[in-house]
C-alpha cells in the first residue's frame, strides 16, 4: 500500500490484517542515529541518514521473501523503491551515485508485491488531516513538499513492471469507521489480485484505474 501523507496507507493496511487475517509489515520505525545531526548540517549527513533507512527496510523487506509467502498474505504499508525517490531528492549527485550501486544490489533480492495499491487524495485534502491529526514531525509540511512527493511517485509506478497497480481516490473514502466503504475498498482490490475490477462501480470507484 503506498500514497502519500495522510492518504490512510496504515489504516487499510490495518483494515486488511484484521479483515483477510494478512500479516502486516509497517515501515521500519527503527531511531535513526543520523537524523538529529541532519537537522543541524543537511549536507554533511544526508547520505548516513539516507543508508540507514535504505538498509533498514532492505532487512525488513529480505525477512519477508524468506519466509513462506504461500501460506498466508503479507501486507505493508510501503514499497522498498520508495526510499531511492528520498535519496533523490536530499542527496548530492555523488553521493546519489554510490547510493544507487548499493540500493540496486540490494532491490534485487527483495520481496517483490503481488499488488502495488497506490492510495491517492488531493493535496488539499492531505494538508486538511494532516492538521487535523497534529502528529510530531508533520506539523511543517508545506503543500509544495507533497506536491514534489506526489510527482516522484508517479514516475516510480511509471516505470513500475513487476505487478499490477491499482490505484484508489480516497478523497471521501472513510474505511475505519463505515461499513460500506470498507467493503467497497476490500471488493476492489479483490477484484485486483483476482485480474479485474470489480462490476457495478459507484461514481467515485469508476475513478479507479489499474494497469
Known sequence: IEGLIGVGKTSLCR??????GARLVLEPAETNPFLEPYYAEPERYAFPVQMFYLMARWRQQNEIRQQDLFSEIVVSDYLFEKDRMFAEKTLAPLE???????????????????LVV????????L?????????????????AYLVDLWERYQVILEEWTSSPVLRIDNRDMNYVQSDGDRQAVLALIQAALDGHI???????????SLF
Open 127 to 143: 494538508m486538511g488531516r494532516i492538521a487535523q491529526r497534529q502528529a510530531p514531525g508533520e506539523t511543517a509540511i508545506e503543500p
Open 15 to 20: 483494515l486488511l490484517e484484521r479483515e483477510w
Open 96 to 114: 546519489f551515485g554510490l547510493y544507487e550501486h548499493f540500493a540496486g544490489a540490494l532491490g534485487a533480492t527483495a520481496a517483490k508485491p503481488d
Open 118 to 125: 497506490f492510495m491517492d487524495a488531493p493535496i488539499d485534502v
Open 198 to 208: 470489480a462490476p457495478g462501480s459507484s461514481d467515485r470507484e469508476a475513478q479507479q
